[in-house]
C-alpha cells in the first residue's frame, strides 16, 4: 500500500502539471497553491471503501451526491461491479469499471485556481444488489494553511473573445472552507436522522 500510495502521489503531481500546461500556468503552480507556500504541506490521504450487495438498494444510499471539496481524486475502482454515478446534462450517469484504469475527480479547489475552466463533478455511489464493490480514492487536498484562489494568469482580458475574465470564486483559507464543508455535512447528516 505504502508503494501504491507513492506512485500515485506521483501521478497526482502530473496530473496537476498537465491542467497547469492546460490552463496556460507556470508548471508547478497548483502543487505550489496546494502546497500554502511551504514545501511538501499539502494533504495527501488514501480511503479504501468497501461496498457490501444490497437487497433493497432503492432504500439506501451508499453514498450521498456531492462534489469532493479537496483537489485531486484519483481513485481505483472496482473492475467488475458498477456503482459510481456522476451527474451529467441533469442525468446520472454510471462511471463504467475499467480493468486497471484509476478515475481522476477534480474537486472544488480545482475549480477555484482554475476560475471555473474545471469544473467539479457532483457524483454518487449507488447500491447495488450483486456483487461487492470496493474503491480505493487518493486524495490531493491543499494545506489547511493554503489560500486558494482564482490563478491571476486566468483573470482579465482574453485574447480569443475580448471579454473581460473575472474572478469568479472569492480568495479563501482551505482549512476554513474545510470547516464549512464539515459543519454544512454534520447539519445534513442531523436533519437525515431526524427523518
Request: charged share 25%; aromatic share 8%.
Amino acid at each position: 500500500m505504502k508503494e501504491y500510495r507513492t506512485e500515485l502521489k506521483k501521478l497526482g503531481h502530473k496530473v496537476m502539471e498537465i491542467m497547469d500546461e492546460n490552463l496556460g500556468l507556470p508548471k508547478g503552480y497548483i502543487k505550489n497553491a496546494f502546497d500554502g507556500g511551504v514545501d511538501n504541506t499539502a494533504f495527501f490521504g488514501t480511503k479504501v471503501s468497501h461496498y457490501p450487495p444490497c437487497p433493497h438498494p432503492e432504500k439506501v444510499n451508499a453514498l450521498r451526491a456531492h462534489t469532493d471539496a479537496g483537489g485531486v481524486v484519483l481513485l481505483f475502482q472496482d473492475d467488475e461491479v458498477k456503482g459510481l454515478q456522476m451527474l451529467k446534462d441533469e442525468v446520472w450517469t454510471d462511471v463504467q469499471p475499467l480493468k486497471n484504469a484509476i478515475v481522476i475527480n477534480t474537486g472544488d479547489q480545482i475549480e477555484v485556481l482554475s476560475n471555473g475552466r474545471y469544473k467539479s463533478i457532483l457524483h454518487r455511489v449507488v447500491p447495488q444488489t450483486d456483487g461487492q464493490r470496493r474503491s480505493i480514492a487518493s486524495f490531493y487536498n491543499p494545506s489547511l494553511k493554503a489560500t486558494i484562489a482564482p490563478a491571476p494568469q486566468l483573470l482579465g482580458p482574453r485574447v480569443e473573445n475580448k471579454a473581460s475574465d473575472a474572478s469568479k470564486y472569492p480568495k479563501f483559507v482551505f482549512g476554513d472552507y474545510m470547516s464549512f464543508i464539515l459543519n454544512k455535512s454534520s447539519n445534513l447528516k442531523n436533519q437525515d436522522s431526524k427523518l
